[in-house]
């Protein structure tokens, strides 16, 4: 087999050397039965050209892929620097463990410090860690953490933060006890804060939400006063947007695909998590921190490493070990490229696109703007006739628009969301409200 | 150490992007000017060239598996096959909105669906979801699993989850994220479970039991079946950590030997590469009883078709946003083809013959507390070393003669552990050399004790100091420190 290196030589040598004869009795220390029950799995061995041509069929087997996307809800179809690939193609980073040699881990530790800060920079806030698996988790992880700070069992969460988030977060807090109050949304489809009761340890809200409105947080810390205010945002549009940090938010977490990942049918994503540093001992994950070496020369290592689960077991801050270090970098190496220019034209180009498609589809016979709210990238249309068959209409013309059924259990009936990004052309956008019934 | 940030930002860099073709928005007008942003975040605009070389720069200070050895116990640091990077990267692939619908995917359906029933025969299980992202995210799924199921069977004073002393830190970890407490079962002078006190703490609060297959010193628990069974007499459910199945795969299978969970490291066992940390995949199998448990969206195949399948009332929920890393699951499938049946054969036998190959040769010269019969792994200690070297040391010394250092200080059962975990896919010619740098760095801790304890020297930096990131906390790049006066 291609990936070994021992010799039918070697191995005979090897076995001389520990006093065995076959190879066997090195699995002489499993129950004869259980190796007796054993079963192939039925695969021959293949060449790498055939895996190749495999695995290419199944590649070339997802129309999806070559079709225009006016999807989102939480991944988005964003352009990435041709660069991003070719650093993470580079093997001294996508090969490498986790940095716990620190003094030969330097790029990765380097790299994870420079991420810590361009979400802080991001968010508005103080200290972020590392990552975490996806935006759903760091919302879940988020949950725990608020709970572990004020203890009262509670967390009120809105309904329209993305369903995956709000799946994920119920099944964590199901099993850490936690039970989950529901926040209704108002007309405008933003958090109807006059319904959030008093005695939770958090209220979870997320900025832009579900329907892609941007949810008003001005204010809303203060009212709150020690129950802690937890964000889920898209940091993307944090290009335009005031940070969530401005608004005194104690928690702040996001889906980071767009910073340079791509959609991969769902993963791997990026969990970012930030917060404010007086709650660094109750943060989940790695952080990466500076330091100097026994010369006085300035390095990184992790830090604050007492939280977590190889140090403190059953008392630490989560489980999380592995996390989405290449993800991180990813982003790391995205807004290195963009700059903050960059990320502004961009974050202006989805702002400035989805807008143009919204004025069209206004002007539209039996179509409308489900909520009159400031919007971002992404915004829900309602239609006279049923949105099934809308989205069929999209689908014919080569456009991939969300099946209806999400937001119809979001509460939002006869409603497609769409989600514009700088990669939509004018005429694309043009040939999408053709087909939504429109006159351009 | 320069970061991104210690570069000066230039004008007028773009060509990114292209020019708006859409009429340009007043953003305070469509926004709302309270929630436009006022203040730009601090992100240098660099020349693609210096990003490239900053980057460039930095991935030199690291160490890879295409570098050399990386005997990292536990972690099953295997080569990355480069087949399976370049397959994860077809647009095919890459370019999948996890929202289309399931019509136009049917090739990353598939492959889901193919992989997860090529881990459930690997596994000897009823069914596997690939939803978990890593190793501790499965356990965590597991324990999840283990809490429904209690319940659904009306025991919910099951609280207790028991773990043998040689654990990582993961599972107690995650057994307390699902609310369960956590009781130790020594081991015994073998290093496996001691049966006698673990069938002392079996009784009616006992949820189940989490174990390491083989343990965490590379020994293989003889007793598997007894323990197994027992456990399940007492009512009781077994996880079966798989971070090293490497030295069993493709000639036993967990479910042959008791295991109601069981997780796979995608990351560890199938080659998909550690990425510095992740993204890792952390596919988990059931028992026949935990089936109607699994996390939703269930990836189902009828008639040729695959579709997903949220229709499972009894299900934990979810625990990702979607349906897993499937960027890694395609790496894994890439290599499970490659592989097939006599390849997974090869992987245990290679494993297994050159961790015991490395183990008879070092345990000359280091100590070998559980000598005996290793399977893919196994611990060393440093405690006899001379002149106050200690397992540290030896680690940064190691990195001098170019080769990272094996895991130390775990498990915790071996003081100054050096845990060795060669892989499979190192050859002879390389583990003689590993071992000859360990037993020359031991003649230096005679010899040369300061050579060793001042090492790394030939490092990008020297040993960091860990106590000041601790005490003084330095977490992301400080713009207002004034710059040192030299």
């Not at chain 1, 009795?25 to 129950?31: G, K, R, T």
């Not at chain 2, 000359?364 to 611990?379: I, Q």
């Not at chain 2, 230096?444 to 040993?463: F, I, K, S, T, Y």
Request: glycine share 8%.
């Amino acid at each position: 087999m291609r990936y070994l290196s021992n010799a039918a030589s070697d191995r005979d040598r090897m076995l001389n050397a520990i006093g065995r004869h076959d190879v066997e009795e090195l699995f002489s220390d499993i129950p004869a039965e259980v190796l007796a029950k054993y079963e192939p799995i039925g695969l021959e061995p293949k060449s790498e050209l055939e895996v190749f041509d495999a695995v290419r069929r199944l590649a070339d087997g997802n129309p999806a892929a070559g079709l225009v996307s006016l999807l989102g809800g939480g991944i988005y179809d964003h352009y990435v620097p041709r660069v991003v690939a070719h650093i993470l193609g580079r093997s001294e980073f996508y090969t490498a463990y986790t940095p716990y040699q620190p003094e030969i881990s330097q790029g990765t530790l380097t790299a994870m410090f420079e991420f810590q800060t361009l979400v802080c920079e991001l968010t508005g806030m103080e200290i972020a860690n590392a990552s975490m698996y996806d935006g759903a988790t760091a919302l879940a992880e988020a949950v725990l953490m608020a709970d572990r700070i004020r203890g009262r069992g509670r967390i009120a969460m809105a309904t329209n933060v993305l369903p995956q988030f709000r799946r994920v977060v119920a099944t964590y807090a199901w099993a850490a006890g936690i039970e989950l109050v529901e926040v209704p949304f108002d007309a405008s489809g933003r958090c109807a804060w006059d319904r959030v009761p008093h005695d939770v340890s958090g209220v979870v809200v997320q900025s832009p939400n579900a329907f892609g409105v941007i949810e008003s947080l001005a204010g809303r810390k203060a009212a709150l006063g020690d129950t802690l205010l937890v964000v889920a945002t898209y940091p993307l549009a944090l290009g335009l947007l005031e940070p969530p940090g401005a608004f005194e938010a104690d928690i702040v977490v996001g889906e980071g695909q767009s910073l340079g990942l791509p959609m991969g049918f769902g993963g791997p994503l990026l969990g970012l998590f930030a917060t404010k540093m007086e709650f660094l001992r109750q943060l989940p994950g790695r952080i990466a921190g500076r330091t100097v070496d026994a010369d006085g020369k300035p390095g990184f290592t992790m830090a604050a490493q007492t939280r977590e689960q190889h140090i403190r077991r059953e008392r630490a801050t989560s489980n999380i070990c592995t996390n989405s270090a290449l993800c991180a970098l990813a982003a790391t190496v995205y807004l290195a490229s963009v700059g903050a220019d960059g990320l502004h034209q961009v974050a202006e180009l989805c702002c400035a696109k989805a807008h143009y498609l919204a004025d069209a589809v206004r002007k539209t016979k039996g179509m409308k703007l489900a909520f009159d709210a400031p919007f971002f990238n992404e915004f829900v249309v309602e239609t006279k006739e049923p949105a099934r068959a809308v989205q069929r209409r999209l689908a014919d013309a080569g456009f991939l628009v969300e099946d209806p059924a999400e937001l119809e259990a979001q509460g939002v009936r006869n409603a497609l969301r769409l989600a514009v990004t700088e990669q939509r052309s004018r005429d694309e956008l043009d040939r999408a409200v053709s087909a939504l019934g429109g006159k351009r | 150490m320069k970061t991104l940030f210690d570069h000066a930002s230039r004008e007028g860099v773009g060509g990114l992007f292209p020019a708006c073709d859409v009429p340009a928005v007043a953003l305070h007008d469509v926004l709302g000017a309270g929630l436009v942003r006022a203040r730009a975040p601090r992100i240098p605009n660099l020349s693609e060239g210096e990003v490239a070389r900053h980057y460039t720069a930095l991935s030199k200070l690291n160490y890879g598996v295409d570098d050399g050895i990386y005997p990292l116990g536990s972690c099953t640091m295997k080569y990355n096959p480069k087949l399976n990077e370049d397959v994860a990267r077809l647009p095919g692939f890459a370019g999948v909105h996890p929202h289309a619908d399931a019509d136009l995917t049917q090739g990353a359906l598939g492959l889901l669906h193919e992989l997860s029933e090529l881990l459930r025969a690997i596994s000897g299980m009823a069914a596997v979801t690939l939803q978990p992202v890593a190793g501790a995210h499965g356990e965590l799924l597991g324990m999840f699993l283990f809490k429904r199921v209690l319940e659904q069977r009306g025991e919910p004073s099951r609280t207790r989850i028991l773990l043998p002393d040689s654990a990582h830190g993961t599972n107690p970890a995650s057994a307390a994220m699902a609310g369960f407490s956590v009781t130790e079962i020594r081991s015994n002078d073998r290093g496996t479970v001691d049966l006698d006190a673990l069938r002392a703490e079996l009784d009616s609060t006992v949820a189940g039991i989490m174990l390491t297959v083989p343990n965490t010193l590379g020994i293989f628990e003889e007793n598997i079946l007894d323990v197994t069974r027992a456990v399940h007499d007492a009512g009781g459910l077994c996880y079966f950590d798989g971070a090293n199945l490497n030295s069993f795969i493709g000639r036993a299978r967990p479910g042959d030997m008791g295991a109601d969970v069981f997780h796979f490291n995608l990351h560890k066992t199938l080659s998909t590469p550690h990425g510095g940390g992740g993204p890792g995949a952390g596919a988990v199998a059931v028992s026949a009883p935990l089936v109607d448990y699994l996390p939703v969206p269930w990836i189902v195949e009828s008639s040729g078709a695959v579709r997903l399948d949220w229709d499972h009332p009894k299900s934990v929920g979810s625990v990702h946003s979607f349906y897993g890393n499937f960027l890694v699951a395609v790496r894994a499938y890439a290599y499970l083809l490659q592989l097939g049946d006599s390849g997974l054969r090869e992987v245990s036998e290679n494993a297994v013959l050159n961790a015991n190959y490395l183990q008879e040769r070092l345990k000359k010269t280091y100590p070998l507390p559980y000598d005996r019969l290793c399977k893919h792994e196994f611990v060393l200690s440093g405690e006899s070393l001379p002149n106050h070297v200690s397992t540290l040391d030896v680690a940064k010394r190691l990195i001098d003669y170019g080769v990272h250092p094996p895991t130390i200080y775990f498990p915790l059962i071996v003081h100054e552990a050096l845990m060795i975990e060669p892989t499979e896919t190192e050859g002879l010619a390389s583990l003689d050399r590993f071992a000859e740098i360990l037993e020359t760095i031991a003649r230096e801790a005679q010899e040369n004790p300061d050579l060793v304890r001042g090492a790394p020297m030939r490092a990008p930096v020297r040993r960091l100091d860990q106590t000041k990131a601790a005490r003084n906390p330095v977490l992301s790049y400080p713009f207002d420190e004034q710059a040192p006066t030299t």
